[in-house]
């Protein structure tokens, strides 16, 4: 025992910063948006007290967990989390979020709720808290710059969690500039006919999982865009939507490179496409590796499609290459009479088609599909 002592004290001499470094990341300061004024009554407006609840826990020494308390609704124009913080964050998200309604809209910016720079961030509705972009007001506008909900852009080691996210004006969730992120147990919820609503769309990313979430709305479900690599889907069930998309790729003949895309277990349901990869005429770049992997459909109207032709003028000179890309447990059924779409630009190299237990009808392909049965 008094060996042990000694050690301690003779350690802490040497190194004075041993002591308070321990301290510090035992701490865990607990603060809620009330403590600054919010209402949560989902008529007054609480961005100030959220703005002042953030500055706080970002500052905080060792751990702080921010508190949206659960049983409120709390009305914000604007909300910009940014870092780097001192803290490492745990947002408590149990109350709703919601948006002021589009003549309401104070908004500089493209985003609602946009958290950048922090790293090692959790934020956690523990199954009870949402956020509500209010989007019907928008959707009859188009045309509009409609603001997207919710933007992570350089955070690293990201855990989102047990979270819905409903009625985006756009899309739902950007993720960019982002390295090793984890959404799970998050629920998206948009009409069919709401115009732009992706539910994640991925960018300059690498490292990110989505899992056992389920995704309605009226674009694509998952979106993995240029810059993005080792990108994971797991267990996440799409529809209604456009399906589970890497691309639109080559846009305004930009190159994007897109590479290991591995979804795995998900299901559509009722969606107009299932596994999607699109590139855009006159871009450069890559789309590689990328498998889809125990699929199961129902209803869905393209099941698996490659379109280099997206929105596209043909016959342009550059197109993003599509090359590694496995389909493998393809279940369910099809609503249009073409189960696999390929359509591939005319400059692709040597390519070749490989089927196991595939039943379709393959047409306009380069390469063509023998394999394919009846
Ligand atoms: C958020 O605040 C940071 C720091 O003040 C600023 O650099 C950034 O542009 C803001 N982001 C948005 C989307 O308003
Ligand atoms: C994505 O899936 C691949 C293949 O199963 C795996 O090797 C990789 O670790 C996964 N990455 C993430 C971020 O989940
Ligand atoms: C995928 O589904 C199969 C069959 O239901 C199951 O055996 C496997 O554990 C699942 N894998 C993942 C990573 O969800």
Redesign the pocket.
């Known amino acids: 025992m008094l060996g042990f002592f000694t050690y301690i004290l003779i350690f802490s001499f040497i190194s004075p910063c041993f002591c308070t470094r321990l301290n510090v990341g035992t701490n865990n300061a607990f603060i809620s948006v009330m403590q600054f004024g919010a209402r949560g009554d989902g008529i007054a407006d609480d961005t100030q007290a959220f703005a002042s609840a953030w500055d706080s826990a970002c500052k905080a020494a060792g751990m702080s967990t921010l508190v949206i308390p659960t049983g409120r609704s709390f009305r914000v124009t604007k909300i910009n989390f940014s870092g780097p913080c001192k803290a490492k964050i745990n947002i408590q998200l149990e109350g709703k979020i919601v948006a002021p309604s589009k003549g309401a809209w104070k908004l500089d910016g493209t985003y609602w709720i946009s958290i950048q720079n922090v790293n090692g961030l959790t934020l956690d509705g523990n199954g009870k808290g949402g956020i509500d972009g209010y989007g019907s007001t928008w959707w009859q506008c188009p045309s509009c710059k409609r603001p997207k909900v919710l933007f992570f852009h350089a955070c690293n080691d990201l855990i989102v969690r047990n979270l819905g996210i409903s009625n985006s004006p756009q899309s739902h969730v950007s993720v960019n500039m982002c390295n090793r992120a984890t959404f799970s147990h998050i629920s998206i919820n948009a009409p069919a006919t709401s115009p732009n609503t992706d539910g994640f769309d991925i960018s300059d990313s690498t490292?990110?999982?989505i899992q056992d979430s389920n995704i309605k709305s009226g674009d694509d479900c998952i979106a993995v865009n240029g810059g993005s690599s080792?990108i994971?889907a797991t267990r996440v069930t799409c529809g209604p939507g456009h399906g589970i998309s890497v691309g639109s790729l080559g846009r305004n003949g930009q190159l994007d490179t897109v590479s290991d895309v591995?979804v795995l277990n998900c299901t559509f349901i009722g969606t107009s496409n299932g596994a999607r990869i699109k590139t855009v005429p006159g871009g450069s770049g890559y789309a590689k590796r990328i498998t889809f992997d125990q699929i199961i459909l129902q209803n869905v109207k393209n099941p698996i499609i490659i379109d280099q032709n997206y929105n596209g003028v043909e016959d342009e000179a550059t197109n993003v290459q599509v090359s590694f890309v496995t389909y493998r447990g393809f279940r369910g059924t099809s609503a249009g009479d073409v189960a696999i779409n390929l359509v591939c630009g005319p400059l692709l190299g040597k390519t070749s088609s490989a089927c196991r237990n595939a039943h379709g009808i393959a047409r306009n392909t380069i390469p063509n599909v023998p394999c394919l049965m009846k």
Do not use: E, V
């Open positions: 490292n990110i999982l080792f994971n591995h």
